[in-house]
Nanobody, 119 residues
């Protein structure tokens, strides 16, 4: 069984910063891409940022220059440093990871963490 546990969400004023963390645990042989998505009520989940096992990154245009994704492979953990936050960044943020558990590759999701940016 594989679990992704997120932390670090909360309420912050516009212009402030938050750091999200997501730790994978359980039967893990290898982790490929890890990423962060966000979803507002009634809207589709969208990619915020992703990072491969060798550190190649990809960002949504709306967060480029403000958010930084990183990972610690020894800890099976991915981070999202969010700076210069805007009210439109308010969403539930979900961690995602493509993990080989021994029997094959599966995509796993965290439970979601609320990020609220006040104006």
């Amino acid at each position: 069984q594989v679990q992704l546990v997120e932390s670090g969400g909360g309420l912050v004023q516009a212009g402030g910063s938050l750091r999200l963390s997501c730790a994978a645990s359980g039967r893990i042989f290898s982790i490929n891409v890890m990423g962060w998505y966000r979803q507002a009520p009634g809207k589709q989940r969208e990619l915020v940022a992703s990072i491969t096992s060798i550190g190649s990154t990809n960002y949504a245009d709306s967060v480029k220059g403000r958010f930084t994704i990183s990972r610690d492979n020894a800890k099976n953990t991915v981070y999202l440093q969010m700076n210069s936050l805007k009210p439109e960044d308010t969403d539930v943020y979900y961690c995602n990871a493509r993990i080989h558990w021994g029997g094959g590759w599966n995509d796993y999701w965290g439970q979601g963490t609320q990020v609220t940016v006040s104006s």
